[in-house]
């Protein structure tokens, strides 16, 4: 039998090596099949938006929460996604006060049939969600078992926090 002597450094550096690989992989096989499973996993693919408008309705009075100071009002932004089929896009519509949200609409128009009930998965459940949280601490990952739509509306809300910034 033939005996090699390794350096403990050179087998931590290899334990190490290998954890991150299966990381890495772990990760990858998730998003793949987030919506053919259900809806488990994290977004992929999501992209910002290209036509936001917001109209600052309500006071002038501004808000210091987090890591930002946001103008109260109403303010609507657009934000897109990829799925396996396609690239989707919903409208995001976020009424702001002292920085909390207070009222939230999502619409879209889906491309794909299956996209369709994933969205109103979404639709339904977001406002439980948002509601009486901090624009600055939104950051929504998985809603009633919608995953990839969350990549849209977390575009959405990075321009609404472009746009109600004081």
């Known amino acids: 039998m033939m005996s090699m002597s390794v350096s403990s450094s ?62 109260d009002g109403t303010y609507t932004a657009d934000g897109s996604y990829q799925t396996p089929e396609t690239v989707e896009q919903i409208s995001v519509t976020l009424t702001l006060e002292d920085g909390i949200v207070t009222e939230v609409e999502v619409t879209g128009e889906p491309q794909a049939r299956e996209t369709e009930q994933y969205q109103g998965q979404f639709i339904d459940g977001i406002a439980e969600e948002v509601v009486g949280v901090s624009i600055d601490e939104l950051n929504v990952s998985r809603v009633a078992g919608s995953s990839l739509t969350s990549g849209g509306f977390n575009a959405a809300v990075e321009d609404i926090k472009d746009q109600a910034a004081a």
């Open 10 to 71: 050179v087998r931590k550096g290899a334990a190490v090596a290998g954890v991150a690989g299966l990381l890495v992989l772990a990760g990858c096989s998730n998003a793949a099949d987030a919506e053919a499973a259900g809806g488990a996993g994290t977004p992929t693919g999501s992209t910002g938006s290209d036509g936001s408008t917001g109209s600052g309705s309500g006071s002038d009075s501004q808000s210091s929460s987090g890591s930002g100071e946001y103008t």
